[in-house]
């Protein structure tokens, strides 16, 4: 008889979330299995929820397993993977790339043309189980939390963007308080960075990046970042930028406040198009880099941060069963919420 799990279920086009049961999925050639521990909700995992217009261009296929942020543990291998075994705790990097492409054959995975992501090209974690190619598979230290490991995904994300550049001794401006540009402001400050200013219109999120140690959290609503510049002592503009909000304004503002020869990641992505004064950039010699998804090597960065001392553990507000995913996601809509994790065990 076939095996059947819980997993939480896109349904049909259209708002909410469905806990269905599901076949357990079996590995095939080159796969594992595993079996899920802990998960969090991720900002793409609310806009398929909330069925906007990205999840109605990105969603094409429901009824589908949602989620990418996980934990477990080996359940079964594959034919063929003999360099993992059952029982070891894991996670994994979400997106499935093709391997033969020009950016994968340089290491360069994060650019693959044909990449599919789990939960949202394929089903995904929020579920008893995954299955996932024996390539992606991340072996976890058993030192490290598994709730902060949980969302090692969006970790990367913020990793990547934030390590693009030199950080030791500059000025960094974060623009979005969302749970990555939150992570994102402690790994500047882990890495050196002089002063970190984080920018939102938030309050919640904006007292959640204090507890991480950034020098300012600026209301952008009611404060004048100039003035915070200014009491900072960041006379020339900052030397670095991180745009995680995808907001226009945000964007725009950011590049009146860089120094000549600034450098900017970009990782938010911005419901609409979002119009630019060209000159700003190149009047300014402003470097700009698109940022998507992790480089394979953030994933030992990430472990070697956290066990050298950054601590992650204040950017987790809520923790629910996964029966209980509704108030999960009411966390996450509400806008107080950091991440919100999502028990399997």
């Not at 995904?124 to 072996?139: C, H, K, L, S, T």
Request: some cysteine.
């Amino acid at each position: 008889m076939e095996r059947l799990m819980d997993a939480i279920v896109k349904p049909v086009a259209g708002p909410g979330l469905e806990l269905r049961k599901v076949p357990v999925p079996e590995p095939g050639p080159g796969e594992v299995r595993i079996k899920i521990h802990k998960t969090a909700i991720c900002g793409t995992d609310v806009h398929i929820y909330n069925w906007d217009p990205w999840a109605q261009e990105h969603i094409t296929h429901p009824p589908m397993t949602i989620g990418h942020e996980y934990v477990g543990e080996i359940d079964k291998l594959g034919e063929g993977v003999d360099h993992l075994k059952v029982g070891q705790r894991v996670s994994g990097e979400g997106h499935i790339t093709c391997h033969h492409c020009r950016n994968c054959r340089s290491g360069n995975i994060q650019w693959c043309k044909d990449t599919k992501g789990v939960g949202v090209d394929r089903d995904g974690a929020f579920a008893e189980y995954i299955v996932i190619p024996a390539i992606n598979v991340i072996e976890i230290d058993e030192s490290l939390d598994e709730d902060v490991v949980s969302f090692f995904d969006a970790f990367g994300n913020a990793t990547h963007t934030a390590l693009m550049w030199d950080l030791v001794a500059e000025d960094v401006l974060i623009t979005g308080a969302g749970p990555i540009g939150i992570i994102a402001s402690a790994i500047c400050k882990f890495s050196g960075a002089r002063r970190v200013v984080i920018t939102d219109i938030n309050d919640y999120r904006l007292g959640l990046a204090k507890k991480l140690g950034v020098d300012a959290a600026v209301n952008t609503a009611k404060e004048d970042l100039h003035e915070v510049m200014a009491n900072l002592g960041i006379h020339e503009g900052f030397d670095v930028g991180l745009e995680m909000s995808g907001a226009g304004a945000a964007l725009k503002q950011m590049f009146t406040v860089m120094r000549t020869g600034g450098k900017i990641s970009l990782l938010g992505i911005s419901n609409k198009p979002v119009e630019i004064n060209m000159n700003d950039i190149i009047g300014r010699g402003l470097m700009l880099q698109g940022i998507y998804g992790r480089k394979m090597d953030n994933w030992h960065k990430m472990s070697y941060m956290v066990q050298g001392g950054l601590d992650l553990t204040p950017v987790i507000t809520h923790r629910f069963h996964y029966t209980d995913f509704e108030k999960g996601f009411e966390a996450m809509n509400s806008g107080k919420s950091g991440k919100v994790v999502l028990s399997w065990v």
